[in-house]
Every structure is written in structure tokens, then in C-alpha cells.
């Protein structure tokens, strides 16, 4: 199985997909999966207007399983919807058409990284694509009303990528999300507010627009 020509849909080339994951889809990637669809809303009032498509897949996925109860309180603390979720197990094909795959682990990225499909330059974990973001210069991505977002989110993959062997993390826990499963919910809210805080720079710099205050 090979990945079709500038992935997004069935090959068009007008969409950019993310992919979140992690290990069971029911706590860390739903979460991130809903809270970055939620910021995306904020930012573009229709983000499929923009051509971005987010979702979540896990390496151990509850394949049907609906969201942990309390990853459902945490998105109701930010005000994002957790209607309609369904799990799923990571597939071949979720890692094909990804745009940019972002794991709530080391482990996680090294399992997609090893599904093949040339996933290494756009898989991250997500706090590791967070502080790769940080660090580039969003003057010298494509303007998002020029150029469409889409290409202002490819743009910044091969930033990151290039960046990668030189903004290394200061320890290794720096670049993960443990998991709250089965936890209390004060711990799935402080990996909540983590995810959160992790996201908002993501998606200003797939954007070009800064978070309502």
C-alpha cells in the first residue's frame, strides 16, 4: 500500500490531516483529537473551510469504545464537545493519509515511525512538535490568507522536521503525556490543561491566528 499523491482525501491536495494517538483512543488522543478541532473553531469559525481534518486513532484502540468519562468532563471544563466519539485502533491507512501525526509518547511515535509509509518526517510527539513550533519564525511560513492554510501546515511540518536534530528536548519526560486512565479526575484535568497548553501554539502557527482573549 502505497500513500496517494499529496495525501488528504482520496489524494486531493486542498485538505492537511492530523492525526492523534495514543494508546487505548479513549483518554489522551480524544482529548487532544476534540480540544484541537475546538481551538481550530475559535480561530477559523469552520476549520474544514480551511481544508484541516483532525482526528485520533490509538496503537491499542478500543476499536468502538466511546471517550473515558472524565476525558469527557475535561473537554466540558474548556467548553469542546465530545459528541459522537468512537474509537479506533491505528491503521495503515490512518498513517498514510496523515498530514502531520502528533503521539501523546516516545513510544507512540516510535510505533507509527515503525508502520512505515514514510511516516518519520511528520510524525512528533506532541509536545516535542510544540517546542519545534516555538521555535520557528512564523514569518517565514506562507500566509495563511495568500495561501491557504493548507499549505501554511505543510510548510511548517518541514520546518519542524528540519529542526528536529537540533532543538532537542532538555529530558526525555519533556516530550511526553502520561496516561490518566483510571485515574482521579483532578489528573485527567491536569493532562488536560497540558494538552491544552501544548496546543495553543500548534494551532496559532497552523493557523497565523492567535487565540481569542
Given at each position: ?143 495563511a490568507s495568500d495561501e491557504g492554510v493548507v499549505e501554511r501546515a505543510r510548510a511548517l511540518v518541514r520546518a519542524a ?53
Open positions: 500500500m502505497t500513500a496517494p499523491e499529496g495525501r488528504g482525501i482520496a489524494g486531493q491536495t486542498d485538505t492537511f490531516r492530523i492525526l492523534h494517538v495514543s494508546t487505548g483512543n479513549v483518554c489522551r488522543s480524544p482529548i487532544t483529537e476534540r480540544l484541537t478541532r475546538h481551538a481550530l473553531v475559535d480561530r477559523l469559525g469552520d476549520p474544514l473551510q480551511g481544508g484541516l481534518i483532525v482526528e485520533s486513532a490509538g496503537t491499542w484502540g478500543h476499536e468502538g469504545a466511546p471517550m473515558e468519562a472524565n476525558a469527557e468532563v475535561v473537554l466540558a471544563d474548556f467548553g469542546a464537545d465530545a459528541t459522537g466519539f468512537v474509537g479506533r485502533e491505528l491503521l495503515d491507512e490512518h498513517v498514510i493519509r496523515a498530514d502531520l501525526v502528533l503521539t501523546a509518547t516516545r513510544d507512540h511515535r516510535a510505533q507509527v515511525i515503525s508502520m512505515g509509509h514514510s511516516a518519520g518526517l511528520r510524525t512528533f510527539t506532541l509536545k516535542e512538535f510544540t517546542r519545534l513550533v516555538r521555535a520557528i519564525d512564523p514569518a517565514t511560513l506562507p500566509d522536521a528540519a529542526l528536529r536534530g537540533w532543538l532537542l528536548a532538555p529530558t526525555a519526560e519533556a516530550d511526553e503525556v502520561y496516561d490518566p486512565y483510571g485515574a482521579p479526575i483532578t489528573f485527567f484535568r491536569s493532562v488536560g490543561d497540558e494538552i491544552n497548553q501544548a496546543l495553543d501554539p500548534v494551532v496559532t502557527a497552523l493557523t497565523g491566528v492567535s487565540a481569542p482573549r
